[in-house]
Nanobody, 114 residues
Framework: QVQLVESGGGLVQAGGFLRLSCAAS????????MGWYRQAPGKQRELVAH???????NYADSVKGRFTISRDNAKNTMYLQMNSLKPEDTAVYYC????????WGQGTQVTVSS
């Protein structure tokens, strides 16, 4: 059964950092380009960063230079290191495939206080 489980969110002050994890079950992971998405209150879900199966990365302009996406195919796990957090990064963060979305997980809440 395909499942995505996000963790690592929390409450942090502006300028702080968090590391999110995404545990994936299913054989798709190591072959798939994966992405981190976020949804802020009252806004549409947006793609934050994505990483190919080989490790090539791409970032939204709003997080470039502050966030780092990585993956461990042996562990079926993807990460998002978030540094220099800003209040506008406050959102529920989700992981999913970059193409051919799977059912969404529960997400992990990130709250950045000013």
């Amino acid at each position: 059964q395909v499942q995505l489980v996000e963790s690592g969110g929390g409450l942090v002050q502006a300028g702080g950092f968090l590391r999110l994890s995404c545990a994936a079950s299913g054989s798709f992971f190591k072959f798939s380009t994966m992405g981190w998405y976020r949804q802020a209150p009252g806004k549409q879900r947006e793609l934050v960063a994505h990483i190919t199966s080989g490790g090539s990365t791409n970032y939204a302009d709003s997080v470039k230079g502050r966030f780092t996406i990585s993956r461990d195919n042996a562990k079926n796990t993807m990460y998002l290191q978030m540094n220099s957090l800003k209040p506008e990064d406050t959102a529920v963060y989700y992981c999913n495939k970059f193409v051919g979305l799977l059912p969404w997980g529960q997400g992990t809440q990130v709250t950045v206080s000013s």
